[in-house]
């Protein structure tokens, strides 16, 4: 059964947040659920005032947060990353509902690192930012007006993953260890250049075969021991494409 204490393994990640009163309200949320990891991502002001006085307390979580350069950076080590946005978008992957999102996540967090990625207040995630989240998360809010603020956002995933963890258990899909974000993408970076070297993908014109991939292996959920597999299966195409002819 999932413990409290998981959700220690969980990241909140904020990405280029522009007003600091959302970063001190997020970090409120967030203590109020249990949750104590806050990651930022080029926040645009931070520390300020405003972030402090919109914790209301939660100044231990608004004092530990981490602030990194880039979302790569923020993912380093986790096992499962989901991205939050407010609509679908063209070639991501299938969505989920936050109590889905959530449920998921907590059977991971159970051992692993976790991460939430919310994108800035006006645009959420880039395109560029969704695509290094294994899964996409919606909050099935009313059509008619959908738009929430950031830090309501974090509230309503605080509060699915604490109920995922005090709730029914969960079982977990796999007793092996899932893939780190870190593997995942090294994996891609390994298959595209192999990709390139057999000429399956023009650099010059790559089209949407790389996002389509990730989408692809996104929902296979790779263990550690299946991205092992695949890079050797890439490792020796390379060193036969390099051996020559009869």
Do not use: W
């Not at 393994?9 to 600091?20: A, E, F, G, K």
């Not at 890079?231 to 060193?239: E, N, P, Q, S």
């Amino acid at each position: 059964m999932n413990k409290p204490e998981s959700l220690s393994n969980v990241r909140i990640v904020l990405c280029q947040t522009s007003h600091p009163g959302n970063i001190g309200a997020a970090a409120r949320a967030m203590k109020t659920m249990g949750l104590t990891q806050l990651v930022l991502v080029n926040p645009k002001k931070f520390p300020h005032p405003e972030a402090e006085a919109m914790a209301s307390g939660a100044t231990a979580v608004l004092d530990g947060a981490r602030v990194c350069d880039s979302l790569e950076q923020a993912l380093a080590g986790c096992s499962l990353v989901i991205g939050l946005s407010a609509r679908k978008r063209e070639l991501s992957h299938e969505p989920m509902t936050a109590r889905a999102a959530a449920q998921q996540a907590m059977q991971i967090a159970a051992g692993q690192q976790v991460a939430l990625v919310f994108g800035t207040e006006m645009s959420g995630l880039s395109n560029s930012e969704l695509i290094l989240c294994q899964h996409l998360a919606m909050i099935p809010a009313n059509p008619a007006y959908s738009s929430l603020n950031l830090a309501a956002s974090v509230q309503v995933l605080a509060y699915e993953l604490r109920q995922a963890v005090l709730g029914e258990p969960q079982l977990s899909g796999s007793s092996f260890p899932p893939a780190t974000h870190d593997e995942i993408e090294g994996f891609y970076a390994h298959l595209e250049r192999t990709l390139v070297e057999i000429s399956f993908l023009d650099p010059a014109m790559p089209k949407r075969l790389m996002p389509r991939l990730r989408r692809l292996f996104a929902r296979a959920r790779l263990e550690k021991e299946e991205v092992n597999i695949l890079r050797g299966i890439l490792k020796a195409i390379g060193l036969a494409g390099n051996k020559p002819a009869p």
